[in-house]
């Protein structure tokens, strides 16, 4: 289950333990991936259910955090959107859009030489704050923007 | 044919990979214009990428990624010629995956 993988994460000796498991083939991209889908998180309908469902509760703000994302997204069906994290040890990117339907968007873990940076493009359902939570060290920060939606990306 | 579009390209000591990834990505909460009825879920939910053998990136997507999604990151200490693997499988079992080589 989810807790599995980010236990093994959290330990002292996780990312080790991940990448001997690769090294190993057990996590073999398009084979097998490392945790099943974190369903009560993404199926949250508020951003506080989202947070819980990931571990994210509590986050401290930080301006470690750039969110690079558009003032104002004419369409929010595709609004791009780039986090990078200063903060050393960076281990989890996960992006949510506070006032869509289901919050949480992206949960990344990352490892083995990937910098702490993800670019994507997301739906907006309406004007919100695109919220990064990062999680290095045992500890969870979190920073937000806001988007100004003109058109909604959500259909529904 | 792979529906993913990958670029891998040195920058500095860092891989630049950039991927685009045909699919609908259906959150299940939109209605067919002509039906009314609601539109199944459909959406890439697991993301993974390889550099040289080793998984740099393991990702949860949900339906609130946009429509043929696009993926950016970047992977320190990676060389040219090194193998570049991203997969992804969405809510249906549907999977896709591509390789590349770092240029």
């Known amino acids: 289950m989810n807790h599995q993988r980010r236990q093994i994460l959290k330990g002292a000796g996780g ?26 998180a993404f199926e949250a309908k508020d951003v506080a259910g ?14 470690q955090i750039i969110i690079d994302a558009p003032a104002i997204a004419e369409n929010g069906s595709r609004v791009p959107v780039k986090v990078t994290s200063k903060i050393p040890g960076t281990e989890r990117i996960i992006l949510l859009s506070e006032k869509n339907a289901m919050p949480l968007l992206a949960d990344f873990a990352i490892m083995n030489g990937a910098e702490s940076y993800i670019s994507t493009a997301i739906k907006m359902g309406k004007t919100s704050n695109v919220r990064a939570i990062i ?10 923007k806001e988007v100004k939606v003109t058109i909604g990306g959500c259909g529904g | 044919m792979s529906g993913i579009r990958i670029k891998a390209t040195m920058s500095g000591d860092s891989a630049v990979i950039k991927c685009l990834m045909q699919h609908p990505m259906e959150t299940g909460l939109r209605k067919d214009a002509k039906t009314g009825q609601l539109i199944p ?56 995956s591509v390789e590349a080589a770092v240029a």
């Open chain 2, 41 to 96: 879920a459909h959406f890439i939910n697991h993301v993974t990428a390889a550099v040289a053998g080793k998984t740099v990136l393991d990702g949860q997507w949900a339906g609130g990624i946009a429509a043929n999604p696009f993926l950016e990151f970047r992977v320190k200490g990676a060389k040219v010629g090194d193998k570049v693997v991203v997969s992804w499988e969405d809510n249906k079992g549907g999977k896709d």
């Open chain 1, 15 to 40: 990312v080790a333990m991940v990448a001997a498991a690769a090294s190993a083939g057990l996590l073999k991209p398009g084979a097998a991936f490392a945790a099943d889908w974190n369903k009560a």
């Open chain 1, 135 to 144: 999680m290095a060290g045992g500890k969870v920060y979190t920073a937000v």
């Open chain 1, 50 to 63: 989202a947070l819980a469902g990931v571990g994210g509760a509590g986050a401290v703000d930080s301006d």
